[in-house]
Nanobody, 120 residues
Framework: QVQLVESGGGLRQAGGSLRLSCAAS????????MGWYRQAPGKQRDLVAV???????TYAAPVKGRFTISRDNAKNTVYLQMNSLKPEDTAVYYC??????????????WGQGTQVTVSS
């Protein structure tokens, strides 16, 4: 059983910053890709950013240059630094991780979501 717990959401004015964290716990052999997704009301869940175990990163076009994803493998934690926030960044942000829980099993895990609201 693994669990992802997110923190750091909140309310900011446009132009402000927020840092999200997501920590994995449970029986963990290793974690492959970790990422952040977001879902605005009435819209589908979209990829924001993903980072490999080795640190390679990919960003969605709307956040490139403003958001930075990073991870601490020793702490099984992924971060999302969000700068120059815009009202269109308002969404529930979900953490995702591909967690190896045994020699033969990898589990695609999701956090519970954290609300980010950006006012204009």
């Amino acid at each position: 059983q693994v669990q992802l717990v997110e923190s750091g959401g909140g309310l900011r004015q446009a132009g402000g910053s927020l840092r999200l964290s997501c920590a994995a716990s449970g029986i963990i052999f290793s974690i492959n890709n970790m990422g952040w997704y977001r879902q605005a009301p009435g819209k589908q869940r979209d990829l924001v950013a993903v980072i490999t175990r080795g640190g390679d990163t990919t960003y969605a076009a709307p956040v490139k240059g403003r958001f930075t994803i990073s991870r601490d493998n020793a702490k099984n934690t992924v971060y999302l630094q969000m700068n120059s926030l815009k009202p269109e960044d308002t969404a529930v942000y979900y953490c995702n991780a591909a967690i190896r829980t045994s020699f033969t099993r990898t589990t695609d895990s999701w956090g519970q979501g954290t609300q980010v609201t950006v006012s204009s």
